[in-house]
C-alpha cells in the first residue's frame, strides 16, 4: 500500500539538515540509518552511506532513483547463487573444460641439450 498523497513522501528530516547548503562534490559518503527515507530530488549526486544491518552500504544517488526508498539500494541479504548438486558438477565440468584447453594451447617447450660438457 502507498503513502497517501495527502501526507506527502517520506523524507528524514536528519538527511535533509545534513546535506543543506552542501555540494556533492564537497561532502563524503553521508552515514544514514533511515532506509525507509525516500530519495528526494536534493540528494541527486550525493553519497550515502545507508546501514544493511552490519555495515555500510556507499550509495551513489542518481536521477533514476528519485521517489525510490535508501534501503532498496543497500541489501541485506548476500546473494550466493541459485543450483545445487546439478550446479556444482556442471561449474566443475566447465573449469575442466577451461584447464585443459589451455593446456592444449600452451606449447610444450622442447630443452636443448647442454652444450657446456
Given at each position: 500500500m502507498t503513502r497517501s498523497l495527502k501526507k506527502g513522501p517520506y523524507v528524514d528530516e536528519k538527511l535533509l539538515k545534513k546535506?543543506?547548503?552542501?555540494?556533492?562534490?564537497?561532502?563524503?559518503p553521508i552515514k544514514t540509518w533511515a532506509r525507509r527515507s525516500q530519495i528526494s530530488p536534493e540528494m541527486v549526486g550525493f553519497t550515502f552511506a545507508v546501514h544493511n544491518g552490519k555495515s555500510f552500504t556507499d550509495v551513489l544517488?542518481?536521477?533514476?532513483?528519485?521517489?525510490?526508498?535508501?534501503?532498496?539500494f543497500s541489501f541485506t541479504k548476500k546473494f550466493t547463487r541459485h543450483g545445487g548438486k546439478m550446479q556444482k558438477e556442471l561449474e566443475q565440468a566447465k573449469r575442466e573444460a577451461e584447464i585443459s584447453a589451455a593446456k592444449a594451447a600452451k606449447p610444450v617447450e622442447a630443452k636443448a641439450p647442454d652444450a657446456k660438457k
Amino acid at each position: 500500500m502507498t503513502r497517501s498523497l495527502k501526507k506527502g513522501p517520506y523524507v528524514d528530516e536528519k538527511l535533509l539538515k545534513k546535506i543543506a547548503g552542501k555540494k556533492p562534490v564537497q561532502a563524503g559518503p553521508i552515514k544514514t540509518w533511515a532506509r525507509r527515507s525516500q530519495i528526494s530530488p536534493e540528494m541527486v549526486g550525493f553519497t550515502f552511506a545507508v546501514h544493511n544491518g552490519k555495515s555500510f552500504t556507499d550509495v551513489l544517488v542518481a536521477e533514476e532513483m528519485v521517489g525510490h526508498r535508501l534501503g532498496e539500494f543497500s541489501f541485506t541479504k548476500k546473494f550466493t547463487r541459485h543450483g545445487g548438486k546439478m550446479q556444482k558438477e556442471l561449474e566443475q565440468a566447465k573449469r575442466e573444460a577451461e584447464i585443459s584447453a589451455a593446456k592444449a594451447a600452451k606449447p610444450v617447450e622442447a630443452k636443448a641439450p647442454d652444450a657446456k660438457k
